[in-house]
């Protein structure tokens, strides 16, 4: 069993920051990948970034330059530092890691981006 949990969801005004984190727990054996998707009302949930077991980076070209992943392997984690956040990056932020074929996925936190 796989367990993750996002911490650092919150309500901030356009053009702040904040840095969502997921730790992974359980039997985690072989991290292929870990990254986040987001689901915002009234639309599909949608990839957000990305990063490899090699450190190998990808992001939603509506995040480039804004948002950065990062992960530290030591302790089965990844975080999102989130800048110059807009109104439509409020959403659900959920983080997912691949274990070989399999995909664990978190319960999410929200992120509210609001004057």
């Not at 990254?35 to 990808?58: C, H, L, M, Q």
């Not at 975080?79 to 399999?102: F, R």
């Amino acid at each position: 069993q796989v367990q993750l949990v996002e911490s650092g969801g919150g309500l901030v005004q356009p053009g702040g920051s904040l840095r969502l984190s997921c730790a992974a727990s359980g039997s985690i054996f072989s991290i292929n990948a870990m990254g986040w998707y987001r689901k915002a009302p009234g639309k599909d949930r949608e990839f957000v970034a990305k990063i490899t077991s090699g450190g190998t980076t990808n992001y939603a070209d509506s995040v480039k330059g804004r948002f950065t992943i990062s992960r530290d392997k030591a302790k089965n984690t990844v975080s999102l530092q989130m800048n110059n956040l807009k109104p439509e990056d409020t959403a659900v932020y959920s983080c997912y890691v691949d274990l070989g074929s399999l995909r664990y996925w978190g319960k999410g936190t929200l992120v509210t981006v609001s004057p």
